[in-house]
């Protein structure tokens, strides 16, 4: 419980432990929410109490650390014509909620919002080539990078 002459916090925040810590925020509640819109991003806070009189406490020796998600694993894919149509899977990633799968070549598709980690394709043309690749999406949001291209002949 803060003292009777408490007036408020400030926060400081860096970007490394080793540079200088720059003020962020004032605030009298004793959390306080920082939003990056950057992924695996860390930070490092330094927080201090303000009395009614505007003296201000010391910094605490050491920072609270925080980090932000970094994005999700990037899947390995393949593709695989089978006569009829095209059979795409690629590796389960840890914290994927859902997958997207890009088709390039004679024609563009985006597939979204699949759970499994496997796509038929039933959409393709003779004698056409076709490019296969997915990200992996958390529940936050947050996308892998694309993965390579799985490469396909129609004939």
Do not use: C, H
Not at 55 to 81: D, F, H, M, R, W
Not at 108 to 126: M, P, Y
Not at 132 to 155: C, L, P
Request: no cysteine; glycine share 6%; hydrophobic share 30%.
């Amino acid at each position: 419980m803060p003292a009777e002459d408490f007036s408020y916090y400030k926060v400081y925040r860096t970007t490394s432990k080793f540079l200088p810590y720059t003020y962020l925020a004032k605030t009298t509640s004793n959390t306080y929410e920082d939003l990056i819109n950057t992924n695996a991003a860390t930070r490092y806070y330094r927080v201090t109490a303000v009395d009614k009189d505007g003296l201000e406490s010391l910094k605490q020796e050491e920072p609270i650390v925080g980090s932000t998600l970094g994005a999700p694993k990037t899947p390995n894919i393949s593709a695989k014509y089978d006569g009829s149509g095209v059979n795409v899977s690629w590796s389960t990633v840890d914290r994927a909620s859902s997958y997207t799968v890009y088709r390039s070549g004679a024609s563009e598709k985006i597939f979204s919002g699949i759970s499994e980690n496997s796509l038929r394709d039933n959409s393709v043309q003779a004698g056409a080539n076709y490019s296969y690749s997915v990200i992996a999406i958390d529940e936050y949001g947050i996308a892998s990078d694309k993965s390579s291209k799985a490469e396909v002949s129609i004939k």
